[in-house]
């Protein structure tokens, strides 16, 4: 079932879509549109596992300083190699 809807876009965003028409990418303005829900919806509907990343680090960038998890960034990169080397080892025929 299809609905009729007003929408309402930002001059610069109807130019954009009337340009993806006239280079023959969409048939009209409302294929633009379909498009872009339906990318919104795939998204999220493939839960993103980075989405909630970003809250996450906000949320302990608020924490007072002698709350927040010590990160020493001299060894980080060589403890992550570490694991990466470790993790290569254990694989069959090292892939």
Do not use: C, H, W
């Not at 303005?29 to 990318?39: C, H, I, N, P, T």
């Amino acid at each position: 079932m299809n609905a009729k809807n007003a929408v309402m876009l930002s001059d610069e965003d109807l130019r954009y879509a009337e340009k993806l028409v006239e280079d023959g990418r969409f048939a009209s303005v409302s294929d633009v549109v379909k498009e872009g829900l339906a990318r919104m919806r795939k998204r999220d509907a493939s839960s993103d596992p980075l989405a909630g990343m970003a809250d996450e680090i906000r949320r302990r960038m608020e924490l007072p300083e002698d709350q927040r998890i010590p990160l020493d960034g001299d060894t980080m990169f060589d403890e992550v190699r570490a694991f990466i080397r470790e993790r290569k080892a254990t694989r069959k025929y090292g892939v």
